[in-house]
Every structure is written in C-alpha cells, then in structure tokens.
Nanobody, 123 residues
Framework: QVQLVESGGGLVQPGGSLTLSCAAS????????MGWFRQPPGGERDIVAG???????FYSSSVKGRFNISRDNDKNTVYLQMFSLKPRDTAVYYC?????????????????WGQGTQVTVSS
C-alpha cells in the first residue's frame, strides 16, 4: 500500500510560481512511475506531467515549457514546479503513482492517489 500526501498549493497571481510536493510512503517508490493530474472547476481530470522510474518525463502541451516534474527517490518525493502560471492553470492538482516503472497517460492506470491540493491563479 502506498499513501501520497500533496502540499504546496495556494493562491498565486498570474505570472507567478508555485512548487507542489508529493510525499509517498512505502519502500518501492523508486520503482514506480509518478504523475501529476489536475481537475479544473467543472472539468475532467487530466494528466499534466509524469516521470518514470528512470527519470524520463512527459508534459501535456498546455504546460510544456512552464512546468517541471522531478523526483527525489531518497526522500520518496515527487515535485511539480510551476512557472508563468495562468488563470487556466486553476485546478485541484493530484499526485498519483502506478505499480509499474513506465509512464502512462491514462488516469485508470494509476493505482494510488493523493487527496489533492488546490491551486488558484488569480489577481
């Protein structure tokens, strides 16, 4: 069993930055692919970024060049650095882990989820 706890959300002005953290329990973190998803108000939950066990990364087209995903296996933590934030980035952000080392873009392929953290981009 893996528990994921996100932190770092909040209110930020357009153009600002935030870093989200996701701390994972368990000893097999390094072998798991990790993903960040987001669900905007009234919208669907979609993948934003992912990182596999080897460090290969994926970004959705809407955040590529503005967001950076990274992981620290010693700390069992995955991060999402967000720059040049826009109002359309407003959403609940979720951290997810899957029981495999490879990336997958599908929500259904992730086995463990955090509780979510709210990010609001507004002036």
């Amino acid at each position: 069993q893996v528990q994921l706890v996100e932190s770092g959300g909040g209110l930020v002005q357009p153009g600002g930055s935030l870093t989200l953290s996701c701390a994972a329990s368990g000893r097999t973190f390094s072998g798991k692919a990790m993903g960040w998803f987001r669900q905007p108000p009234g919208g669907e939950r979609d993948i934003v970024a992912g990182i596999n066990s080897n460090g290969s990364k994926f970004y959705s087209s809407s955040v590529k060049g503005r967001f950076n995903i990274s992981r620290d296996n010693d700390k069992n933590t995955v991060y999402l650095q967000m720059f040049s934030l826009k109002p359309r980035d407003t959403a609940v952000y979720y951290c997810a882990a899957r029981n495999y080392s490879g990336l997958d873009l599908r929500e259904s392929e992730y086995n463990y989820w955090g509780q979510g953290t709210q990010v609001t981009v507004s002036s």
